[in-house]
């Protein structure tokens, strides 16, 4: 009976190895350009095939790594696997069509490689606490229109849910922000404001302080 099982498991293991084989595939193509999720951190790249436009996606962390070696205009190759590997609420809904997991990535022209899971997840840690103060340059809204984060000189402040619906009745005409929080000093992200993430603690609006 133990020898009938072990064999089962065996099997069982060797097959679902081979069905995770069978759903790679590969696509080549030139580099379009790249998508972001809902606070602007990249999360996937658009490619030119001879078959058409297709999005590749791969985790956040994983967007420093993967925009070295894979340029806008550049070609490549990659294997994929069928699906994506996020919602992506900030794209547009052409971009959601023919989306795939990105595995491995080979740059042609330098022969470089990269793979996904050779870029584990960052540990957590709540970073640097700073404070600062400036123009509030944007209000950054989710598809929906709800308020999800804030643009200034320095930073782009994440909001949470409850934090923005305590604050956005206070930025009617507010042209100058104040700002203590954590910045996110995680390697490996890259957000397409070219600013560093904020977890804000308070902002002062109007030289009054409001605990987030």
């Not at 809902?38 to 956040?60: H, K, M, N």
């Not at 598809?143 to 923005?164: F, M, N, S, V």
Request: aromatic share 6%; glycine share 10%.
């Amino acid at each position: 009976m133990k020898e009938a099982l072990r064999y089962t498991t065996l099997f069982l293991l060797c097959w679902l190895s081979s069905e995770a084989t069978l759903a790679q595939t590969s696509v080549s193509g030139r580099v379009l350009g790249y998508v972001f999720n809902r606070i602007g951190d990249y999360d996937g790249l658009r490619l030119q095939t001879t078959a058409g436009e297709v999005q590749l996606s791969f985790p956040p962390h994983a967007a420093l790594g993967i925009r070295r070696l894979a340029r806008t205009g550049q070609t490549i190759t990659a294997d994929v696997q069928p699906g994506a590997s996020g919602p992506g609420p900030a794209r547009p809904p052409e971009a959601r069509l023919n989306r795939y997991r990105l595995i491995r990535l080979r740059n042609l022209s330098s022969g470089l490689v990269v793979q996904v899971a050779d870029l584990p997840p960052p540990q957590p840690k709540s970073g640097s606490l700073v404070q600062a103060e400036g123009p509030l340059l944007k209000k950054i809204q989710d598809e929906r229109g709800q308020l999800i984060a804030l643009l200034t000189d320095k930073y782009l402040i994440e909001l949470k849910p409850h934090q923005a619906g305590q604050i956005l009745p206070l930025l009617e005409g507010v042209q100058r922000l104040g700002v203590t929080g954590f910045e996110r000093t995680a390697e490996g992200f890259v957000n397409q404001t070219g600013r560093t993430v904020l977890h804000p603690s308070t902002l002062t609006i109007r030289g009054q302080t409001f605990a987030l």
